[in-house]
């Protein structure tokens, strides 16, 4: 379904069109003409290099609105209506809106009138971007890359959240590096002192909110991950005060990561843990669920094993 775009503060359309209509990631944007105010009653500038001027502006405007800009145009077409006389002098003003290197195709035609007697009006056709990293050679590549690094992610949670530590250990390099803040070394060695910690849990819960995957290479990126932590410690645990039932933790942080590609696997091969913040509760009662709900365990007894046979 295409969208019509109507930008405000654009010149006024002086016949029934829109400023522009997109559709499947393109963008048509409709011949602007040199109006130098948004009324379709503003007058044009004079001479030929003031009309080109005023025309680009204007469609820089549309462009604009549609949260676009001149990099993006892939074509344009240019109408004249004295062609021997400004084509030369029109060229000079419109070259200087595009780097020499990344002008847009074009076409420039000699038409016998423009609407109320304008000199030149210029239309546009523009390629909205994909969002793409730009260092794949193509989109299903770069996707298949990023789903790969989320699942080592959700990998990494459940891992933890069910204290399977050979999959945890899975989603590391073998020269990799983990800095927690309360402890700094190789995976192998990190993984043996938070199987400790989680010894005290009887929940765990990770989620992963915001990714933000930024590619330096086709075997390596930059991975930022917002991250919520549920944890309830049982009974006699070290930080759980005495007599009491339980505590609950509620921690938000960040992981840090440099992915690395080799074999074929993406895992991670430098984690820093960046701290938020960390509320924690003293339980008042002991955590009961209703008999008939399926209850989560912290481990590898969990339901989720059972239901993937």
């Keep these: 379904m295409p969208t019509f775009h109507m930008i405000s503060g654009a010149p006024e359309p002086v016949a ?15 011949g602007q003409m040199p109006f130098s105010g948004a ?22 405007r549309v462009l604009a609105g549609c949260a676009l800009g001149l990099e993006h145009v892939v074509s344009a077409r240019v109408f004249l209506t004295r062609f021997e006389q400004d084509y030369e002098r029109m060229n000079a003003v419109y070259a200087s809106y595009f780097p020499a290197d990344k002008r847009p195709a074009r076409t420039c035609v000699g038409v016998s009138a423009l609407a109320r007697g304008a000199l030149i ?33 959700k990998r990494f949670a459940r891992s933890v959240d069910r204290q399977d530590w ?25 993984l043996a002192h938070i199987a400790k910690l989680h010894e005290h849990q009887d929940h765990s819960m990770h989620f992963n909110t915001n990714v933000l995957i930024e590619f330096a290479s086709k075997e390596r990126a930059f991975v930022e991950t917002y991250v919520l932590v549920l944890q309830r410690y049982r009974p006699g ?32 091969a430098h984690r820093t843990l960046v701290f938020g913040d960390i509320v924690s509760e003293e339980m008042k ?11 989560q365990r912290h481990g590898m007894d969990d339901p989720l094993y059972a239901l993937r046979k």
Excluded at 133 to 150: K, P
Excluded at 169 to 182: E, I, K, L, M, P
Excluded at 285 to 292: G, K, L, M
Aim: with cysteine; net charge negative; proline share 8%.
């Design 285 to 295: 009662t002991a955590h009961r669920f209703p008999p008939e709900f399926t209850e």
């Design 237 to 268: 645990a070290p930080n759980v005060p005495a007599a009491s039932p339980g505590l609950r933790n509620l921690a938000s942080a960040r992981y840090l990561d440099r992915f690395e590609k080799r074999n074929g696997e993406w895992r991670v």
């Design 16 to 30: 029934p069109f829109s400023h522009a209509v997109e559709t499947g990631g393109w963008v048509f944007v409709t």
């Design 166 to 190: 050979t999959a945890a250990r899975a989603c590391y390099h073998d020269d990799a590096f983990d800095d927690h803040g309360f402890f700094k070394g190789p995976p192998d060695a990190f």
């Design 39 to 60: 009324s379709k009653t503003s007058p044009y500038p004079e001479g030929i290099e003031a009309q080109t001027r005023q025309v680009m502006e204007n469609l820089k």
């Design 121 to 153: 009006e210029i239309d546009f056709v523009v390629r909205r971007p994909s969002g793409r990293s730009g260092v794949f050679d193509g989109f299903l590549e770069e996707l298949e890359a990023r789903t790969a690094i989320e699942d080592c992610l």
